[in-house]
T-cell receptor
Framework: NAGVTQTPKFRILKIGQSMTLQCTQDMNHNYMYWYRQDPGMGLKLIYYSVGAGITDKGEVPNGYNVSRSTTEDFPLRLELAAPSQTSVYFC???????????FGPGTRLTVL | AQKVTQAQTEISVVEKEDVTLDCVYETRDTTYYLFWYKQPPSGELVFLIRRNSFDEQNEISGRYSWNFQKSTSSFNFTITASQVVDSAVYFCALRSDNYGQNFVFGPGTRLSVLP
């Protein structure tokens, strides 16, 4: 298993540009998550999904959108990039409610 | 409300010293899960341990040990005979059934092990 994969690893955006961060897991996990980690801080939940076709907001959803058309994929969309979205973005998944989360390697995004 | 506090922002030790990372949590739920993750300089997040609220038994895994005490709402992590490779940021996290999917992460403790 490749686990949780994320692309791209790095990206620089200009203010107002849009992009999609890709996340794929091959473990047949039901639950998937997007977090952001600002410098020197812990992780904050942006969006999550409990299964294909179902998504919900986390703690900091503004400026982002997600979709979950398949069990494997959970892309995160930034429509109008702002400097405040400069962060490292982590995708995670888990099988069941009691399980730990498995994290992808992260995407480092800079908005200038 | 749920909250995880890691009061130690940064810790520096010399190799072979023992070090304890503190984690204090807040939740009103009776069923919850506690986690520790390691984030080495390369940036990935590595799962270390999960504990549920009904299991207060301490755990040892090699040089790592965890002390879970519900009476003080703490889930502390001790590294014995620390090594340079232990240098990382360590996060404590909490999830409880009544708060659904949200894992609440502490701010992390940066551990530097000096040779």
């Amino acid at each position: 298993n490749a686990g949780v994969t994320q692309t791209p690893k790095f990206r620089i955006l200009k203010i107002g540009q849009s992009m999609t961060l890709q996340c794929t897991q091959d473990m047949n996990h039901n639950y998937m998550y997007w977090y952001r980690q600002d410098p020197g801080m812990g992780l904050k939940l942006i969006y999550y999904s409990v299964g294909a076709g179902i998504t919900d907001k986390g703690e900091v959803p503004n400026g982002y959108n997600v979709s979950r058309s398949t069990t494997e994929d959970f892309p995160l969309r930034l429509e109008l990039a702002a400097p405040s979205q400069t962060s490292v973005y982590f995708c995670a998944s888990r099988k069941n409610l009691a399980d730990e989360q498995f994290f992808g390697p992260g995407t480092r995004l800079t908005v200038l | 409300a749920q909250k995880v506090t890691q009061a130690q922002t940064e810790i520096s030790v010399v190799e072979k010293e023992d070090v304890t990372l503190d984690c204090v949590y807040e939740t009103r739920d009776t069923t919850y899960y506690l986690f520790w993750y390691k984030q080495p300089p390369s940036g990935e997040l590595v799962f270390l341990i999960r504990r549920n609220s009904f299991d207060e038994q301490n755990e040892i895994s090699g040089r790592y040990s965890w002390n879970f005490q519900k009476s003080t709402s703490s889930f502390n992590f001790t590294i014995t005979a620390s090594q340079v490779v232990d240098s990382a940021v360590y996060f404590c996290a909490l999830r409880s059934d009544n708060y659904g999917q949200n894992f609440v992460f502490g701010p992390g403790t940066r551990l530097s092990v000096l040779p």
